[in-house]
């Protein structure tokens, strides 16, 4: 079946560090993929997707590219800041044709420290 | 304009009880889904919605959990009989035609089993 296995947190960076979170995926067929975030107190927000291979996501920073070839999704940030400090989640959504249900990954909280 | 909204919020029930979560999902949001996020793991799909219709409830975990949509608006998600393994995080997500790729996240409730 589908699932997705992401990296275990938690991760703890300084200010201005780079930071990767890894994901990988098992699906059939092409599905779409995305990278959520909740911070503390919040709700579920989508940071960004790609729905086909090769594509890049990005936003606020963030940039996560998909790679059928390794079937991974890793989140990417240049510089983190204190705000970044939230639980991040991977999911995959089936292909068109398939269940529109998100199979997310366990989330990986990070802490950014000043 | 609002956003998804839950209630209530927090639930503390005693075992053996029955409790029902209110969804309001975005105005217009053809697509609904509940999914349940047991503490420290990702969320997990229960049911979904398209209008009125329940087309996928393959993620209800026991005949114990039901869910409905009447109007193709509001939902809410009823379970009987609670057990102490049913405390976790209900989150109701909607989606639209336009963003077919987004799922937009409620607060969640929380329901604590005592």
């Known amino acids: 079946g589908n699932s997705v296995t992401q990296m275990e947190g938690p991760v703890t960076l300084s200010e201005e560090a780079f930071l990767t979170i890894n994901c990988t995926y098992t699906?059939?067929?092409?599905?779409?993929l995305f990278w959520y975030v909740q911070y503390p107190g919040e709700g579920l927000q989508l940071l960004l997707k790609?729905?086909?291979?090769?594509d890049k996501g990005s936003n606020k920073g963030f940039e996560a590219t998909y790679r059928k070839e390794t079937t991974s999704f890793h989140l990417e940030k240049g510089s983190v800041q204190v705000s970044d400090s939230a639980v991040y989640f991977c999911?995959?959504?089936?292909?068109?044709?398939?269940?529109?249900?998100?199979?997310f990954g366990k989330g990986t909280k990070l802490t950014v420290n000043p | 304009g609002a956003g998804v909204s839950q209630s209530p919020r927090y639930k503390v029930a005693k075992r053996g009880q029955d409790v029902a979560l209110r969804c309001d999902p975005i105005?217009?949001?053809?697509?609904l889904f509940w999914y349940q996020q047991a503490l420290g793991q990702g969320p997990e799909f229960l049911t979904y919605?398209?209008?009125?219709?329940?087309?996928?409830k393959s993620g209800l975990p026991s005949d114990r959990f039901f869910a409905e949509r009447p109007e193709g608006s509001v939902s809410t998600l009823k379970i009987q009989r609670t057990q102490q393994e049913d405390s976790a995080v209900y989150l109701c997500?909607?989606?639209?035609?336009?963003?077919?790729?987004?799922?937009?996240f409620g607060p969640g409730t929380r329901l604590t089993v005592t």
């Open positions: 105005s217009g949001h053809v697509s």
């Open positions: 997500a909607s989606s639209g035609r336009d963003s077919i790729y987004e799922q937009y």
């Open positions: 790609a729905t086909k291979a090769d």
């Open positions: 699906a059939t067929g092409y599905p779409s």
């Open positions: 919605f398209q209008n009125e219709a329940q087309l996928d």
């Open positions: 999911a995959l959504r089936r292909a068109q044709g398939g269940s529109e249900k998100l199979v």
